[in-house]
T-cell receptor, first 113, second 115 residues
Framework: GDSVTQMEGPVTLSEEAFLTINCTYT??????LFWYVQYPGEGLQLLLKATKADDKGSNKGFEATYRKETTSFHLEKGSVQVSDSAVYFCALSGSGGYQKVTFGTGTKLQVIP | EADIYQTPRYLVIGTGKKITLECSQTMGHDKMYWYQQDPGMELHLIHY???????EKGDLSSESTVSRIRTEHFPLTLESARPSHTSQYLC??????????????FGPGTRLTVT
C-alpha cells in the first residue's frame, strides 16, 4: 500500500537558517503530493502541493519539488523565522476509491531567535 | 477559504459518559473524515464518508461511531468514554481541486481527556 516516510524530529534551527525536511513515498501510479503544517493547538493547513512529476509547489517561502525518479518531495525554506515553528506533515493522495490521504508521521520544527 | 468547525475545542469527561464531538463544514464538500492524532503527532484515519448516509471505518479500529444525515454535519459519538480514548480528534473535508488532486481541509480539532 501507499506510505510516506519523513525525517524524524524535532528539528531545531536558529532564525534565518536553511531548512530541509526530507520526505520519500511509496505509491502505485501517480499520486499527488502535499505538505501540511500544524501550528500549536490547531488543525492541519495545506502548505503546498504538487500533482505531477517535476512540479514545484511553493507557498510562504517554502518549496518542494515532486521527484518521481527518487520518489521524494523534500520541503525547503531558505530562511526560517520563529513563526515557522510548527509540525510539518508530508502526505500523498493516490487514486483510491475515496481519495485517501496517507500522512507521514510529522516533523516538529523549532526555530530559536 | 475553508470553513470547517469543531466543537467543543476541549473536553474533560469522566469514564463511562456518552459524548458527541461535532463537526460542520459550510463548503458543501461530499467527503468528510475523522482522524485521531496521538501524542506522537501521527494521524490515524478512523472514519470517513462519501456523502449523506454513507459512512465507513478507517484504517485504525475505533469504538466510536459516526453519522452523516446532512452534507454539512459529521458528528462522532463515543457511547462510553474510557481513558484510552484520550486524544486529539481532527475532522476534515475534501473537494476536487480542479488541478489533479483532492485537497483536505481540517478543523481546529477537539482535545478529549477522559478521567
Amino acid at each position: 500500500g501507499d506510505s510516506v516516510t519523513q525525517m524524524e524530529g524535532p528539528v531545531t534551527l536558529s532564525e534565518e537558517a536553511f531548512l530541509t525536511i526530507n520526505c520519500t513515498y511509496t505509491a502505485t501510479g501517480y499520486p499527488s503530493l502535499f505538505w501540511y503544517v500544524q501550528y500549536p493547538g490547531e488543525g492541519l493547513q495545506l502548505l503546498l502541493k504538487a500533482t505531477k512529476a517535476d512540479d514545484k509547489g511553493s507557498n510562504k517561502g517554502f518549496e518542494a519539488t515532486y521527484r518521481k525518479e527518487t520518489t521524494s518531495f523534500h520541503l525547503e525554506k531558505g530562511s526560517v523565522q520563529v513563526s515557522d515553528s510548527a509540525v510539518y506533515f508530508c502526505a500523498l493522495s493516490g487514486s483510491g476509491g475515496y481519495q485517501k490521504v496517507t500522512f507521514g508521521t510529522g516533523t516538529k520544527l523549532q526555530v530559536i531567535p | 477559504e475553508a470553513d470547517i468547525y469543531q466543537t467543543p475545542r476541549y473536553l474533560v469527561i469522566g469514564t463511562g459518559k456518552k459524548i458527541t464531538l461535532e463537526c460542520s463544514q459550510t463548503m458543501g464538500h461530499d467527503k468528510m473524515y475523522w482522524y485521531q492524532q496521538d501524542p506522537g503527532m501521527e494521524l490515524h484515519l478512523i472514519h470517513y464518508s462519501y456523502g449523506v448516509n454513507s459512512t465507513e471505518k478507517g484504517d485504525l479500529s475505533s469504538e466510536s461511531t459516526v453519522s452523516r444525515i446532512r452534507t454539512e454535519h459529521f458528528p462522532l459519538t463515543l457511547e462510553s468514554a474510557r481513558p484510552s480514548h484520550t486524544s486529539q480528534y481532527l475532522c476534515a473535508s475534501s473537494e476536487w481541486s480542479g488541478t489533479g488532486s483532492y485537497e483536505q481541509y481540517f478543523g481546529p480539532g477537539t482535545r478529549l481527556t477522559v478521567t
